[in-house]
């Protein structure tokens, strides 16, 4: 893909009679980054660099429609392909068990999961991996929409991710979903107790051949089984999963009560505020018994 993206530049380079010095100048680049582009050698084009060749080339979209394909080249051949996958699939069945799935995530929370226990070259690149998990959410609006089912484990809610203004957005973000009917939520509570799920998230994708492959994934790992009886037994484990969850509508309730409890506990002063009013009022409090304690000594009188 970079290098059919590099293909792209330099046809639409060429026809717009600009020389690799000229296209770099008006990128904003150097002419040698233009090169490695043209040549799909060095680091791949950055999302930013994409939408400037597209807007300089007259590229009509092409270049920034293109750019998610070469960006997905560097992840795993497992992750590329599940990706590819869920992009046809017509049916998305999830199980969530830490995070909010990344179908259903608001910007600000995928800032915050994709920067921990992540090695990043810096804030561009973190950037571009949160453009283009929210780029994958576009599907979600269209008329091919697929049909998306997910259970969310209690602690997702609960987990502030990102602290309480991102989680208040994010929980809105989930209560907007399942009132627009976008997706079908339902959250599994502690109480259920223990299930066949708990060492992590789970997926089950339908395809347009109405054939199924599963999704396993780890914090640093990721499993795509297409095996039929494993995928028919994970996808028993899935129903059996959300059997136990709560009703949508009970689960729409859950949220709305976790939320209520974030926007409480926003209105409450900081551990920090906290600890410098007790401060404050210790010493107020211990200045007024000093005084007090003053004033009556100066009031006795010496018996004669």
């Keep these: 893909m970079a290098a059919l993206f590099g293909l792209r530049v330099r046809r639409l380079r060429i026809a717009a009679g600009l020389t690799q010095a000229e296209l770099g100048a008006k990128a904003h680049v150097v002419s040698s980054r233009i090169t ?3 040549r799909a050698s060095g680091a791949k084009p950055t999302l930013e660099l994409a939408r400037v060749l597209d807007d300089v080339l007259g590229a009509d979209n092409l270049l920034v429609e293109l750019w998610p394909y070469v960006y997905r080249e560097s992840f795993p051949d497992w992750s590329r392909k599940f990706i590819a996958l869920s992009e046809r699939a017509v049916s ?3 199980y969530a068990a830490h995070l909010v799935p990344g179908l259903l995530q608001t910007a600000e929370y995928a800032r915050a999961v994709l920067s921990v226990g992540v090695t990043l070259d810096g804030d561009e690149q973190l950037e571009e991996r949160v453009a283009a998990r929210m780029a994958r959410q576009l599907r979600l609006r269209s008329p091919e929409r697929p049909e998306l089912w997910v259970v969310l484990d209690e602690a997702v809610l609960r987990r502030p991710v990102g602290g309480r203004l991102v989680m208040l957005g994010q929980l809105r973000r989930l209560l ?4 627009s009917r976008l997706a079908r939520v339902q959250v599994l509570p502690f109480e259920q107790g223990e299930h066949d799920v708990m060492g992590g ?3 089950v994708l339908t ?3 109405h054939s199924e492959v599963v ?3 780890g914090a640093h790992y990721g499993q795509l ?7 028919k037994h994970f996808s028993l484990t899935y129903d059996r999963l959300r059997a136990d969850a709560l009703p949508t509508v009970m689960s729409r309730d859950m949220i709305r009560s976790v939320l209520e409890g974030y926007q409480r506990a926003s209105n409450l ?3 920090s505020e906290r600890r410098r009013l007790a401060q404050e009022q210790l010493q107020q409090s211990g200045g007024r018994q000093l005084r007090g304690g003053r004033h009556r000594t100066a009031g006795r009188r010496p018996r004669s």
């Design 215 to 217: 999704y396993t994934e």
């Design 201 to 203: 998230p789970l997926t």
């Design 225 to 231: 089984v297409e095996e039929p009886a494993e995928v």
């Design 36 to 38: 490695q582009v043209e």
């Design 176 to 179: 907007e979903v399942t009132e």
């Design 207 to 209: 395809l347009p051949d």
């Design 269 to 271: 002063p900081s551990r």
């Design 92 to 94: 998305v069945r999830q």
